[in-house]
């Protein structure tokens, strides 16, 4: 059985910093597509970061380059978020996902499974 968990997240200041880590058991994230997604009020889904399965290859929205970094560890089975210089527009739940190797990544329908969610809140 796949299990994302996630862990990290909080109520942080404007241009303050946060980490977010996810825990995979079941499957291995070096041979996964991972992503990290966030959900504001009203707003549908949005990939912010990928890293694909085998060579880690990494992507980022427009919103995120240059602030958030994603990274994966291996040998603990866990992909982490580095949020950096954090905003008011950050402020959103945000779900690690893993999806197949060698596949699409950038829309949630391509992805099998998915952390419980953790809230970021960014006060200005």
């Known amino acids: 059985q796949v299990q994302l968990v996630q862990s990290g997240g909080g109520l942080v200041q404007a241009g303050d910093s946060l980490r977010l880590s996810c825990t995979a058991s079941?499957?291995?994230?070096?041979?996964?597509?991972m992503g990290w997604f966030r959900q504001a009020p009203g707003k549908e889904h949005e990939l912010i970061a990928a890293?694909?399965?085998?060579?880690?290859?990494?992507s980022y929205a427009d919103s995120v380059a240059g602030r958030f970094t994603i990274s994966r560890d291996i040998n603990k089975n866990t992909v982490d978020l580095q949020m950096n210089k954090l905003k008011p527009e950050d402020t959103a739940i945000y779900y690690c996902?893993?999806?197949?190797?060698?596949?699409?990544?950038?829309?949630?329908?391509?992805?099998?499974?998915w952390g419980q969610g953790t809230q970021v809140t960014v006060a200005s």
């Open positions: 996902a893993a999806g197949s190797r060698g596949g699409p990544y950038q829309h949630p329908t391509d992805y099998n499974y």
């Open positions: 890293i694909s399965g085998g060579i880690g290859y990494t």
């Open positions: 079941g499957r291995a994230v070096g041979s996964s597509n």
